[in-house]
């Protein structure tokens, strides 16, 4: 069988020629890298919960009207997406300080933030994805403010939404990083959620024990790493939970 082309090896997944013009295939890794490769490692199956997770918030997404690159899973590991041209911007969105956030200010890690907050940083891994600010990505070229409003509104949208479906299963949603892509159709461009939005993009709180279910769990050594990411999947009823007939839907928590 003739070999697929690469298009993109990245660090947790690797894009694929797709089967017809304008899509891509995007394989998810079980491969794991924090602080910018510093730190390498592999969570076992997390490429297929995170192709799995992936999915259905993307599904969910597009029920809401928010536009998005998944177009179907095609297999444990793969989904088919349209191919888009991505937007260098990493967009995070923030409802809890931790992280970079707590360093960069001297803050509590868990202390609720006023309003939400976005951010957003250029991606470069030899730069370390600096923060930058509306004037750099206008001024450089990255995105129109246009774009920018677009970006801004998606991942507000974006941010209500998933707010809410975690909490329906116990699970805070601390924070999270979006990329975006722009889609040409007839002559008009229109700006889609692309990428992922996985545990190893979101930071997620157990509701009642603050207990972490996402990659901070590798970034900080704290162990159970497949265990959260399943249990994440398992709330959001996308694992079976002693069966492969054995899907429910959401759990939903008191
Ligand atoms: P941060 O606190 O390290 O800036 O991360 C904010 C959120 O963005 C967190 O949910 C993890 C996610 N994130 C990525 O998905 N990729 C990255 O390279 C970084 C630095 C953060
Ligand atoms: N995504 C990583 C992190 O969250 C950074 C990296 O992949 O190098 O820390």
Known sequence: MARRRQIYEGKAKVLFEGP?????????????????????????????????????????????????????????????????????????????????????????????LPRSIVEYFYKSDELDDPLITEEHITAFGWATPQDLDEIMSL????????????????????????EFGRLWENDQ?????????????????????????????FRRDMGNVEDAYQEVARRLGILPESGPTDIKGPKVMQ
């Not at 991942?155 to 979006?178: C, E, H, P, Y």
């Open 20 to 112: 017809e013009p304008g899509t891509l295939v995007q394989h998810f890794k079980d491969a794991a890298t924090a602080f910018n490769n510093k730190k390498q490692g592999v969570i076992t199956g997390k490429g297929v919960i995170n192709n799995r997770i992936s999915e259905y918030l993307m599904v969910r997404l597009g029920e809401i009207g928010v536009p998005t690159h998944f177009v179907r899973r095609l297999n444990m590991r793969e989904q088919l997406v349209r191919e888009v041209e991505i937007v260098p911007i990493e967009v995070v969105v923030r409802n809890i300080v931790a992280g970079s956030l707590a360093k960069r200010f001297g803050m509590k890690e868990g202390t609720p």
């Open 189 to 217: 461009m229109r700006i889609i959620l692309a990428d992922e939005i996985s545990p190893d993009s979101c930071r997620l709180w157990d509701i009642k024990t603050d207990e972490k279910m996402d990659k901070d769990r």
């Open 155 to 178: 991942a507000l949208r974006v941010n209500d939404f998933m707010s809410g479906l975690f909490l329906g299963v116990g699970i805070r949603l601390v924070d999270f990083k979006l």
